[in-house]
């Protein structure tokens, strides 16, 4: 990494209040090596607290959105809601947590890279789809494997495994990624507060988290709604190239 994107990644760590590039002491370690940390609720995630029948709805329309809407991650981008449900509260916290331990440290980042908020959230997704739709062509999302866990009363947790395919604009040769998520749901909420990126097969090459910290530093100025924070992500993946 040049020192011109490492100023860029520190910048944004100044600016953006959501992005953390230090260790996050408030997590307890997983027992597997190598895996994300184990998350710990916090009732400062959630806006309020809701019934049991709301969080049973709740819960149920998380699991339903994501399942039916991740095959055309390349089409519709991050979906909230489903199409009846235009007018309901969205499915995730407005302070959702995504985590990610690459399976090799790279400094200056942190052993568990973590973006907060709905914002910064969206605009991870934006990254993702056209960072990949620049190298890759007929990019496609399968399901491959759903398993859900009841852990007790309103403690409600999903791991989702998904296959990415597409193929190389340079050389026409398939590619393929086997990714491995798991959902928290809040039992205060019922929203989707976190999400932790188990594994990703092959694993991202360092250069990804270069342009990563370039988008994040041009979205540090555009942290307020999430309307102007998604464009941002588009020309700091194009300046990537050049």
Request: aromatic residues 8%.
């Amino acid at each position: 990494m040049n020192r011109s994107t490492y100023g860029n990644f520190r910048a944004a760590f100044k600016r953006v209040r959501g992005i953390h590039i230090a260790p996050n002491r408030g997590f307890r370690p997983s027992s597997r090596l190598g895996s994300a940390p184990e998350p710990h609720l916090s009732k400062e995630h959630d806006l309020k607290e809701v019934s049991d029948t709301e969080w049973e709805l709740r819960a149920g329309r998380a699991i339903s959105v994501i399942r039916e809407t991740m095959p055309d991650f390349f089409k519709l981008g991050l979906v909230e809601r489903t199409t009846e449900d235009d007018g309901s509260e969205s499915i995730y916290s407005p302070r959702i947590q995504l985590l990610y331990t690459p399976p090799t440290r790279l400094p200056p980042f942190p052993p568990t890279l973590q973006i907060e908020g709905l914002p910064m959230y969206h605009a991870s997704s934006m990254f993702v789809r056209h960072t990949l739709n620049m190298f890759y062509t007929n990019l496609s999302v399968e399901l491959r494997r759903l398993q859900e866990t009841k852990v007790g009363h309103r403690d409600r947790r999903f791991t989702l495994g998904i296959g990415v395919l597409g193929t190389s604009r340079m050389g026409g040769s398939a590619a393929e990624w086997d990714v491995s998520s798991t959902y928290y749901i809040s039992p205060v909420s019922g929203l989707v507060y976190r999400h932790v990126v188990e594994s990703i097969h092959p694993a991202p090459h360092s250069s990804i988290y270069s342009s990563l910290a370039s988008t994040l530093a041009r979205l540090s100025g555009f942290k307020s709604s999430p309307e102007p924070a998604v464009p941002g992500a588009i020309p700091a993946v194009k300046d990537s190239r050049q």
